[in-house]
Each structure stands twice: as C-alpha cells, then as structure tokens.
C-alpha cells in the first residue's frame, strides 16, 4: 500500500502521487497509525495563483518565474507541514454503500481505510465502489 511518513519530502510526496497514479496519498506514522493525508489537487493548488491574483487588474498573465519559484520553496516543505490532519475514513467493516455516501457528502474521491486501532489497511475510491458494485450486479444477473 502507498503511503508517506511526516518527514517525507515535499518532492517526495509529489512524485509518489504521480508515479503511482493515485490521487491521495495517506501519511502514517512508524506504527503505520494514520495521522494525515494529502491529495494531488492540494499539491497544485498550492502551486497555481488563485483566482484573485489571476483576475487582477495589473496581471494579465500568471507569473510563471514565481510559481518557479514556489516550487523551489516547497521543496523544503515535509509531509508533515502540508497534509490535512482532519481526514475522513472508515473501517472495513462498513458497507459500501454508507462509505459511498460519505464520500458524496464531503466531496471526496478517494478515503482512507483504517482499523479500530487507527492503523491503515487501505485506501478505497469512488471507482473501487462503484466497479464492485456493477460487478457483483453483473453476477447477479447471470443467475
């Protein structure tokens, strides 16, 4: 499973969301207790001028040398100091259909999978649900 610990660089965080192809990345401790998370669109959001500096009046085009020049800065940056501490999972035992929910009502893609102790187990999407769900009707059908 794929995962980052607090000290992880912030390079190091962004290369494994795209070596990987994942869009969140859950950050453990040395127990493997969940204790944050961090998402590609959090990555390039903090990357991209917001929409005030993009909309303002005296820039007509984003300033390319000083989105350079944040990445530079971030570089420095740890797991640690960029992930969401407060992060919505749920426990394998929970149905599907409760995990999907949760997952619409807070506008999540993706959601860890944790243990009664905390411990990460897992990572569950949109898409896992979803194929498991077309899946099994199409098994259903056949009968």
Do not use: C
């Amino acid at each position: 499973m794929v995962s980052v610990t607090p000290v992880a660089t912030f390079k190091q965080v962004w290369r494994t969301i795209f070596r990987n192809k994942i869009n969140a990345i859950p950050v453990i401790d040395t127990k493997k207790k969940l204790v944050g998370i961090i998402t590609r669109e959090e990555l390039l959001e903090r990357l991209y001028p917001s929409e005030q500096d993009l909309f303002s009046i005296d820039r007509v085009f984003p300033d390319f040398e000083e989105m350079e020049k944040k990445v530079a800065e971030f570089s420095a940056l740890k797991a640690g100091n960029i992930m969401r501490k407060h992060v919505i999972f749920t426990h394998p035992g929970t149905p599907l259909m409760r995990a999907l929910s949760r997952m619409i009502v807070r506008r999540i893609n993706q959601m860890p999978v944790v243990s009664e102790d905390e411990i990460l187990v897992g990572m569950i999407t949109k898409g896992d649900i979803f194929y498991s769900l077309f899946k099994k009707s199409a098994i259903d059908r056949r009968k």
